[in-house]
Each structure stands twice: as C-alpha cells, then as structure tokens.
Nanobody
C-alpha cells in the first residue's frame, strides 16, 4: 500500500524559513513533488522533481528548493523568504511509472505578516 507522509509544516513569520519533508512507502516513483492549496483557491503546483529535472512555480522560484533522495524514497522542500501568500496546505505528490497519482494528507504552512 502506498503512503506519503508529510512533516515540517507550521507557523512562521514573513521572511522566515521552513522545511517540509515527505516519506514515501509502498513503491518507487517517477515524479515526486509538492502542491499547495490556499483557502478558497484551487490546488496548484509548487515544485516537482522528475529524475532530477526540477520544475517550479514562478511564484516560488529563487525562494524554494526541492530535493529528492531516491535511496530513501523521500522528497523535501526548503522554503526561504516566506511570504504571507505562501500560506496554504502543502501536499506531497508522487506519480508512479504507470502515471498513477498519489497524495499525502497535507500539512499546514502559515506565514504571518
């Protein structure tokens, strides 16, 4: 059974940093990454890693860094220079080699001004 378990969310002041981690189990994946959903908005891509090819949302480029450890089946998101508009529930995402999508339960990130 596939599980994606996030950790590392919390409350931080604007300009601060947080690191999110996601531990996957049950299988290996082609793509791993992070999405987020702010209150009243649609879920949006934050960053993905596909065999070391990374992709970032324009809004986080230069501030967030995704890293992946295939040996441990984990993916992390280092978030620096956080802004209030980064406040959202962050979801770990993974796609299998057969293009099936998996999601974590989500972790809240709140950035106060």
């Amino acid at each position: 059974q596939v599980q994606l378990v996030e950790s590392g969310g919390g409350l931080v002041q604007a300009g601060g940093s947080l690191r999110l981690s996601c531990a996957a189990s049950g299988r290996t994946f082609n793509i791993m990454g992070w999405y987020r959903q702010a209150l009243g908005k649609q879920r949006e891509l934050v960053a993905t890693d596909s065999n070391s090819n990374t992709n970032y949302a324009d809004s986080v480029k230069g501030r967030f860094t995704i890293s992946r450890d295939n040996a441990k089946n984990t993916v992390s998101l280092q978030m620096n220079s956080l802004k209030p508009e980064d406040t959202a529930v962050y979801y770990c995402y993974a796609q299998s080699w057969y293009h099936r999508d998996y999601w974590g339960q989500g972790t809240q990130v709140t950035v106060s001004s």
